[in-house]
């Protein structure tokens, strides 16, 4: 199984609330990261210099939280 087959099968369990979403959260907005740890599914991490870059699929009610921050959806 590819990574995307595995990525398609993720997103068919999110429920209908949720959004996919890719940001960066830089290391002074920790507490997004907190908020997206607890109220999403992080499917990926990636520690960077500047910040986290995250992939998760997350209630779509906290979009507007972390707008600043999405890279694509």
Do not use: T, W
């Not at 996919?20 to 599914?41: D, E, R, S």
């Not at 990926?44 to 870059?53: L, P, Q, S």
């Amino acid at each position: 199984m590819c990574i995307r087959d595995r990525l398609n099968e993720i997103l068919q369990q999110i429920p209908a609330k949720h959004i996919f979403i890719k940001v960066f959260i830089p290391h002074n907005m920790l507490k997004l990261l907190n908020l997206i740890y607890a109220q999403g599914n992080v499917i990926k991490r990636e520690f960077r210099d500047n910040g986290v870059y995250i992939e998760a699929a997350v209630p779509q009610r906290i979009e507007s939280k972390i707008k600043a921050y999405i890279l694509e959806n």
